[in-house]
T-cell receptor, first 116, second 115 residues
Framework: AQTVTQSQPEMSVQEAETVTLSCTYD???????LFWYKQPPSRQMILVIR??????QNATENRFSVNFQKAAKSFSLKISDSQLGDAAMYFC?????????????FGGGTRLMVKP | EAQVTQNPRYLITVTGKKLTVTCSQN?????MSWYRQDPGLGLRQIYY???????DKGDVPEGYKVSRKEKRNFPLILESPSPNQTSLYFC??????????????FGNGTRLTVT
């Protein structure tokens, strides 16, 4: 079974600075997909970014980018120019290619605080 | 507006008193699922449904039931709730299989407390 681990329960960053959230995963598959979700206090689950394992190029969405290290099974999220609105829980998630249950395997989450 | 609607947003109940959390989506999605979110554990899938009358267990199905009589609705039933089912519950839907192409749409969550 796949597992996803987020080793930082909490992180903080100064507004306008850069922060990196860590995620590691364990799988025997060679092809899969990885995601980062944001959950603000409103509880809404917002897809931030996704990465296909077969792509070497790291995904980028505006201020959000990932560092995908397939051999190390690492998938970190970098937030540049942090804003107050970035304060939230962040979840890393894994999807296998053959996903009969349409299920995501989530990490335990990292709470990000942004200091003004 | 395309959305997944779950109710209630908050629910406090006592051990053993049957309850239902409703979930409805207006996007004609085939797949629907329920997750529970617990501190340090992230979200874990309880049950999923690929289509009407087709449901199957996820990772943590014990103590829960679901039904899919209509495509838009996917209620979560706790026949005899216990305190270890105190959690934040999310309903989610997607158009088809393969979340990399057909993203999950989440409801806004139901905070359940069982005393």
């Amino acid at each position: 079974a796949q597992t996803v681990t987020q080793s930082q329960p909490e992180m903080s960053v100064q507004e306008a600075e850069t922060v990196t959230l860590s995620c590691t995963y364990d799988t025997s598959e060679s092809d899969y997909y990885l995601f980062w979700y944001k959950q603000p206090p409103s509880r809404q689950m917002i897809l931030v970014i996704r990465q296909e394992a077969y792509k070497q190029q790291n995904a980028t969405e505006n201020r959000f980018s990932v560092n995908f290290q397939k051999a190390a099974k690492s998938f970190s999220l970098k937030i540049s120019d942090s804003q107050l609105g970035d304060a939230a829980m962040y979840f890393c998630a894994y999807e296998p290619v053959n996903n009969a249950g349409n299920m995501l395997t989530f990490g335990g989450g990292t709470r990000l605080m942004v200091k003004p | 507006e395309a959305q997944v609607t779950q109710n209630p947003r908050y629910l406090i109940t006592v051990t053993g008193k049957k309850l239902t959390v409703t979930c409805s989506q207006n996007m004609n999605h085939e797949y629907m699922s329920w997750y529970r979110q617990d501190p340090g554990l992230g979200l874990r899938q309880i049950y999923y449904s690929m289509n009407v009358e087709v449901t199957d267990k996820g990772d943590v199905p014990e103590g829960y039931k679901v039904s899919r009589k209509e495509k838009r609705n996917f209620p979560l039933i706790l026949e005899s709730p216990s305190p270890n089912q105190t959690s934040l519950y999310f309903c989610a839907s997607s158009l088809r299989q393969g979340l990399h192409n057909s993203p999950l749409h989440f409801g806004n969550g139901t905070r359940l407390t069982v005393t």
